[in-house]
């Protein structure tokens, strides 16, 4: 939340990711996906992490055709395993979703979900509810184009050096910041660099929105392009601005 202290980065990512789908009528469809992941972030080493993911998900189809609406309810499992070893452990994920096809170029989702981490230390515990809308759009048969938004309700782990941290602590930036701030868990971890503290979120909504294109390079292969941002605001209305610009490659087998 403090300008001249933000940190920017940069991480590469691997994911393989397998799922079955099995057809148990004429309108239901019950998918299973596996995902395994490995990330490594230049300069914050604390970040890296490998982490694997197993879902379910159960389609209901209301109708025929490719126009017909699509209800999904999903449930996954997730375990990640940090070199920042605190910051490993479980997450679950519960969700219901509704998707339609307008046109042959246009689609419309919506979903909303509950999220809950639970870490090998307290302090990186979090849980969050958020609500997406999302539309893919078809620009030509090579080209897509993605936009969507949100709202996340709920707990963010945030980071702050230390000379902040502290003065926030220490009343220096009023009050009501302070009785705020000194509620919150938190500790001296060096994530960031010497001194620098993390600490929960508690109370917090998230706004988020992202734009991303893609270009298929093969039947088999696309380029992802992508911007997206997302603003937290805590419960005394301080502000957390996140932007990230990514750049993937995806192949299907």
Known sequence: SHVPTRKSGEYQTVNLAADYMRQLNRDWVLIGAAALEAQHVVTFDALNHIGGTGTLKLHRKFGLGPYAPVLELSSALAIYQFDETSRSGWQFTGGIGIAKRFTDMLRLSARAAAVEYLARRELYDASSRELVLEGDWD????????LGGGRRWGEYLANAAWKIWAQAIDGQVGPVIQAHYRSLPWEVTNTYGPGWVAYRVRDSHTDL???????AL????????RYEFARVTNAVGI????????????HQF
Not at 209 to 215: I, Q
């Open 139 to 146: 620009i030509t048969d090579r080209w897509r184009l993605s």
């Open 239 to 250: 502000k957390y601005d996140l932007s990230y610009w990514t750049v993937g490659v995806h």
């Open 218 to 225: 093969t039947d088999q292969t696309s380029l992802a392009l």
């Open 209 to 215: 929105w992202w734009a991303e294109l893609s270009p």
